[in-house]
């Protein structure tokens, strides 16, 4: 049995998740002796055996990675001397430039519908003033913003105030001083900040209508305000690891490693006050804010953490392949709350590893597939693929929509067309009834199809559709992509 995305984290969860505990099993061998009743202080018996410790680390592992590993991105992103399209460091952009194509390797699953421009912003000292330029025209765009925890809790663009010029000040959770009254303020849950700025894109070349906009993003202290400000070149630290991907690096921690890490980052990042059941079971195990002392910890608690880390992964690993929607194999179902997750810490870990800084549904939804309609691999080298729009069903948005294509491994697929996407802005031919047959094939059709055509691999592929400020029927789940359909 799957287990639900949405199932809370408790010991009835990792029951259902494979671990077969439940609060009150019997000692595992080399436990202490378990409690007599299951109606004693459940801290008294979790602490108590390797069992128990084993499972609050699991629940400690799913509610920290995203926590851990927004910091270790942050960390590989800022270890950078000067601002470039790769990084850049504290309270700096970095503007992307140019269009990711099938040469593109530095993240999975590029998109190539928006440049972005992003920074990482560091407000324990003080306010940061983000200024954005009036942007003209149809042209959509969002400024993200997501605390240490991966929740956006902010979203400046074309969505919530129309492209107009505005400076806004983003300002920490315990910051109490003046702001000037011409700033529109933010408040920000937690001291860090990822501001991932999309800025639509027509074509190659409309790349440098773009660039002027970036270059008329501001951003600096709120001390440097009105006047002139030169940001200071970044220190990099040598022990960083820029080569491997940040998601690599956690995967691969130790218990010690990645519940050391966890400590320091409560204490930096304030956790929700939601939060405190939890926190409360995590100090059982020796995991408090600031506070994780490995090697004082008794034997069985060690041995609970070591083998709570894979348990944790596994309920994730579990977790992911329950996200879609019902009856089709494009995922996530509109009852995933991504952006926004509350208290639903699985939901959380399974976004970050899937998409770490996900947007709030309001903003964009995006759709994967990688199976069929009987669950089958979709593969290009075994079959010719259609998605058939009926009339008057294309997404329904208020920006711009689009389909693109990866190989297995997430990247776009080389061929001879330099075609990695379809979508709005693409001059797709649509029927005489209106309707609209998007063609999934290696080669390219013989026929009237060709179009249309979205070249795949000679393999297996990917597929996501995104949708920019999606209508309320994407929202709620009553609009939903057509299933990718082997042709005869």
Not at 49 to 55: G, L, M, N
Not at 164 to 186: F, H, K, N, R, S
Request: overall charge negative; glycine content about 8%; proline content about 10%.
């Amino acid at each position: 049995m799957p287990i639900n995305i949405r199932i809370p984290l408790s010991a009835a969860a990792y029951l259902v998740a494979g671990l077969g505990l439940s609060a009150c099993d019997p000692c595992l061998p080399g436990d202490e002796e378990p409690s007599s009743s299951c109606e004693e202080d459940e801290r008294e018996v979790l602490v108590g055996t390797r069992a128990q410790a084993r499972i609050i680390a699991a629940k400690a592992y799913v509610y920290g990675f995203p926590l851990v590993l927004n910091e270790r991105t942050r960390q590989v992103f800022t270890a950078v001397p000067e601002p470039s399209p790769d990084g850049a460091p504290m309270n700096q952009l970095s503007h992307a430039v140019g269009l990711p194509d099938a040469s593109f390797r530095t993240v999975v699953r590029p998109n190539r519908d928006t440049v972005y421009s992003s920074a990482y912003l560091d407000l324990s000292a003080e306010p940061l003033v983000l200024s954005v330029p009036d942007v003209e025209g149809d042209r959509f765009t969002l400024f993200a913003m997501l605390d240490a925890w991966t929740n956006a809790f902010a979203a400046p663009g074309t969505r919530t105030n129309d492209n107009q010029a505005t400076t806004y000040a983003i300002v920490g959770p315990d910051y109490d001083g003046p702001i000037p009254d011409e700033l529109t303020p933010i408040r920000a849950p937690t001291d860090l900040v990822w501001m991932i700025g999309r800025i639509e894109v027509f074509s190659e070349l409309d790349m440098a209508n773009v660039a002027d906009i970036q270059a008329e993003i501001d951003l600096r202290p709120l001390s440097a305000y009105g006047g002139g400000y030169t940001p200071a070149p970044g220190v990099p630290d040598d022990a960083i690891d820029r080569e491997t991907p940040p998601l690599e690096q956690v995967l691969s921690m130790s218990a010690r490693e990645f519940f050391g890490e966890l400590a320091e980052l409560l204490a930096a990042q304030r956790p929700s006050v939601d939060d405190a059941p939890l926190l409360e079971e995590l100090r059982a195990i020796g995991i408090e804010p600031g506070g994780f002392d490995y090697d004082a910890l008794p034997p069985h608690i060690r041995e609970g953490l070591a083998e709570g880390l894979p348990t944790g992964q596994n309920i994730i690993d579990l977790a992911k392949a329950d996200v879609g929607l019902p009856g089709s194999p494009w995922s996530p179902s509109a009852d995933v709350p991504l952006g926004d997750y509350g208290t639903e810490y699985l939901t959380r870990a399974v976004v970050a590893q899937i998409g770490l800084g996900a947007n709030r549904r309001e903003d964009a939804v995006y759709f994967n597939a990688s199976r069929g309609p009987l669950g089958g691999q979709l593969d290009a080298s075994k079959r010719e693929y259609s998605i058939h729009f009926e009339p008057g069903e294309l997404p329904p948005v208020g920006a711009f929509w689009s389909i693109s294509m990866y190989d297995s491994e997430g990247y776009f697929v080389d061929n001879p067309i330099d075609r990695y996407v379809v979508g709005s802005h693409e001059a797709l031919e649509l029927g005489p009834d209106g309707s609209l047959d998007i063609r999934i094939q290696a080669t390219a059709p013989l026929d009237a199809a060709a179009s249309n055509w979205l070249p795949a691999p000679e393999g297996p592929f990917e597929l996501t559709l995104r949708a920019y400020w999606p209508s309320e029927a994407i929202i709620d789940g009553s609009w939903t992509p057509p299933t990718v359909l082997p042709l005869p």
